[in-house]
């Protein structure tokens, strides 16, 4: 067995939220690699867009890649194991990680998982992480931690490093961690509700807890406490909006936005009106739920997944039947060879092709996957070829450069790309 296709079958094996049922599909994915690989170089996307692989090399199971927006034109990556890289306007990647921690790297799905900049990062240099937690105090779960950075231009981080909040619970895969500012300058945190099967998840539609969760926090400096919260206290602040569902009441967490989730793995915040569109990684079924303020915020796990109930009747009218939220797009695992959703973004950069449209991916089968929402509601998909191969482990996040266009990367082999007009 050669290096690559080994390293396949232990993604398959760890797989964000990967059941026993997508190790065949990964294995066929892996086998077919070769096969495929001449017809899967970068560069042709279809669909009126290209990729553009701007990295070969040099990251080491890349997780997320964001923009600073502060004007320098420069790009950050999470490592898994706990670095910060920095790509320069000349697309350069310096060598000295801009920060760097100890986090958990005993599965696939832990790690440095998370990083959102403060939309006020030019002037006030903050920036948020979330990753697994490493030290005695921070074990098994899930911590969020806000970096005060001395100087925002710099390339290497100085300054101050504060433990924000904690979630416990959480062990190996099924953690989200996934963390975005919306446009009413809150911060947002998805979290996942942790290892074993449906029926063990039953408090991911409790809302006395955090597991299973997308959360909404303030952490301005107007932030004094966290009243009403269940998130472990760190050094520095925050409050639970007054707006959120379940602020000032008692037996419940206030720091809830929704709740009825598995494996939030990635999520993404519309910036012209706030909804989140949120890929949900599940047992069954895979599936992308969009969420606007004033729906239901039980998007139904585990008693549905997508559409359907669970264990499955073969009906699809669960959301109507429990009264939840249901999905706009979900299918059967297997489809096409997808095994894990990575949820993406609605496209809000310049080129003509994809205006308005959400794109997300699939982490096995590689694809492009291009949506727009029909008059019904329901989001009528495309399928465009990224030029990777498949085979699990591959786009794992979605990201914004400072013109709103779109950057992914490929935890497999380390690449970072992003999304062109064709013409």
Known sequence: MDAKLAAVLLFAALSPGCAESAVPTAIEAASTRAATAAQA????????????QVLREGLQFPTAVASPRDGSGRMFVLEREGRIRVLDRDGKLLQEPYYERDVTTNDIEQGLLGLAFDPGFRSNGRLYIAYSGASEGERYGLVLRRL?????????????????????GLVANHNGGDIH???????????GAGTGEPADHVHASKTDNLLGKILRIDVSDGATGARNACGGKGRAAYSVPADNPFAGKRGECGEIWVHGLRNPWRFGIDASNGDLWIGDVGKDRE?????????????????CQGSHAYPSTGASDCPEKTGTTGPVFDHD???????????????????????GAYVFSD?????LLVGRLSATGRLEVESIDSGIAPGYGTVASFGEDEDNELWFVNHQNGGLYRIRDAD
């Open 41 to 52: 170089a970068p560069g042709t996307a279809g669909g009126g867009i290209r990729v553009e």
């Open 287 to 303: 599936e992308i739920s969009l969420f606007r303020a004033g729906d239901s915020g039980n998007l139904g796990y585990p008693g």
């Open 181 to 191: 500012f919306g446009p009413d300058g809150m911060l947002y945190w998805a979290i």
């Open 363 to 367: 982490s096995c089968s590689s694809e």
């Open 148 to 168: 005060q950075a001395a100087d925002p231009a710099a390339n290497r981080f100085d300054g101050k490093d504060d433990l924000l909040m904690r979630v416990e």
């Open 333 to 355: 695992r297997g489809v096409n060879g997808r095994c894990a959703v990575t949820g993406g973004l609605v496209y809000r950069g310049a080129f003509p092709a994809l205006k």
